[in-house]
């Protein structure tokens, strides 16, 4: 069922449960809020594990537009048609990807409403919205919306930020302002102060990034951000802890912090964030919720939810899955030729030699600018809580003893769900190892 079905049958027959176009009633319906990397990645699982189910994903936005990268269009090194993607991949999965606002949930009829009225009845809801922004929390920041811009969810202010930019003159300031911790990806400020500076390092040199910080220190990657600073940005990139900003002024082009008030030619306010607005309403009233959190593994977000002062026994019985997911290149198809990776490599993975299996690997092109890779996909851990997983959270088991376990029931871990794809041909055994040397 596409879009124009979704509008065209109206309220009325999602009501009723809706048939399936072929007329066939689907088992069941999984409905699915927000088609970011959290949605998206359940709408896909489900789709491919409940073939008979009907999963329905549904968001605001009509394409999919990707923050991380984000910071390299701000830098000038990508451009937003590199992190846009439609969401045709996900409907080859049978995935009905329909495009509304939900401003509503009723559990007891199992019914979410949508922004224009219309209405879609779900046996199973996930919701994944993603974050909201706090914007009463810094004064006057409704009012300098128009000057003063976060870009913290890809987009239009991406762009917009990327103009600002271009358009400041040499020996201007960028002032970049980071909220407290929790919020939206702890390395991601940092990073986008690098790629800010490494721009005006290339085109006009005398600017500078103001990065106040409202936290004491970096709070992410902390060692390697500051020698990145200190030996590609000095004198450009300045750092200041514990300047929480508190209130914005568009017109005089300010920041108000504890101590003192900033002047910058571009503002770039990142408000704090809690998680959005309709999974604040749906946990309230006892629903499903899906969230994001940093941790290096499927186990590790148990034990961080521990960490974060929730009871093992609520984590216990609430908690149904966890899954981590990481990046790696995907072999340029234009290039790609057949490769036995050296027996070092089998072994780091702690693979056996398989002399019989066929490796790819790409050997460098014009189109993949002789990097032998060409875009990337995601690699997925998908840790289901078992009754033996809930046993081990009550009693406080560390996230090795717990992701042992789902280990021995079946589960695929980031590295396996590499080599999977290495296996396939997508990726190489060296991806692989680049982005799992560290697990243990
Ligand atoms: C600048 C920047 C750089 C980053 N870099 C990285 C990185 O390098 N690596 C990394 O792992 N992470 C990175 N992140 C973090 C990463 O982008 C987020 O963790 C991730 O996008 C969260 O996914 P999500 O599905 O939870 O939420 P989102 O991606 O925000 O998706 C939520 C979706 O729900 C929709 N939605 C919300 N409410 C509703 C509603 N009521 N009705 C319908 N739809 C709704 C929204 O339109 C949105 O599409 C970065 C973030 C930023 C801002
Ligand atoms: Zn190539």
């Known amino acids: 069922m596409r879009r124009r079905d979704f509008l065209k049958l109206g ?6 449960g809706c048939a399936s176009p072929g007329g066939v009633k689907p088992k069941a ?43 390299l269009v701000l830098g000038g090194n990508r451009s937003m048609r590199d992190i846009t993607h439609s969401y045709d991949g996900l409907r080859k999965y049978g995935i009905d990807v ?33 974050v909201d922004f706090l914007f009463s929390e810094v004064e006057g920041y409704e009012a300098a919306a128009d000057r003063v811009l976060h870009a913290w969810k890809a987009g239009p202010q991406t762009v917009e930020l990327r ?39 290339q085109t006009k040199p005398r600017s500078k990034v103001l990065l106040l910080d409202a936290n004491p220190d970096v709070t992410s990657k902390g060692p390697l951000f500051k020698r990145a600073w200190d030996d590609l940005y000095k004198g450009i990139i300045e750092y200041r802890p514990n300047a929480k900003v508190l209130a914005v002024d568009g017109r005089a082009m300010t920041v108000r912090t504890e101590f003192d008030t900033v002047k910058g030619d571009v503002l770039n306010v990142v408000p704090p964030q809690r998680a959005a607005d309709i999974a604040v309403k749906a946990a309230l009233t006892g629903h499903q919720v899906l969230s994001t959190l940093h941790t290096n593994d499927a186990a590790g977000a148990i034990t961080r939810l521990d960490d974060m ?8 019985s609430s908690v149904l899955m966890t899954c981590a997911q990481r990046l790696v290149r995907r072999v340029c198809m234009n290039c790609r030729e057949e490769f036995l990776p050296d027996a070092e490599m089998f072994e780091k ?13 790409g050997s460098g092109c014009d189109r993949c600018k002789g990097r032998g890779y060409l875009g990337r996909t995601a690699i997925i851990e998908a840790l289901p809580v078992s009754e033996p997983i809930r046993r081990l959270i009550i009693k406080r088991a560390s996230a090795a003893v717990i992701k042992n376990q789902a280990v021995t029931e079946g589960m695929k871990t980031l590295r396996m769900a590499g080599v999977d794809k290495a296996i396939e041909g997508v990726t190489t055994l060296e991806e692989v190892w680049r982005v799992t040397a560290e697990d243990r």
């Open 309 to 316: 002062g929730i009871e093992p026994f609520l984590i216990a």
């Open 11 to 16: 309220a009325a027959a999602w009501l009723a």
């Open 98 to 130: 329909l495009n509304g606002e939900a401003v509503a949930i009723d559990s007891a009829k199992k019914l979410v409403t949508f922004g224009r009225g219309s209405q879609l009845v779900y046996d199973r809801l996930v919701l994944s919205p993603g």
């Open 29 to 71: 319906r999984v409905l699915v809020i927000g088609a970011g990397f959290g949605g998206a990645t359940a709408a896909k699982y489900v789709a491919m594990w409940e073939p008979g189910v009907q999963v329905v994903l549904v968001d605001r936005g009509r394409e999919f537009i990707s923050c991380p990268i984000s910071n």
């Open 349 to 361: 993975l702690g693979l056996e030699p398989k002399k019989d299996a066929v490796f790819y690997r």
């Open 163 to 201: 103009r600002q930019l271009e358009a400041m003159p040499d020996g201007g300031v960028y002032l970049l302002s980071v909220p407290v911790a929790p919020y939206r990806c702890p390395p991601g400020p940092y990073e986008r102060a690098c790629q800010v500076a490494h721009y005006f390092k």
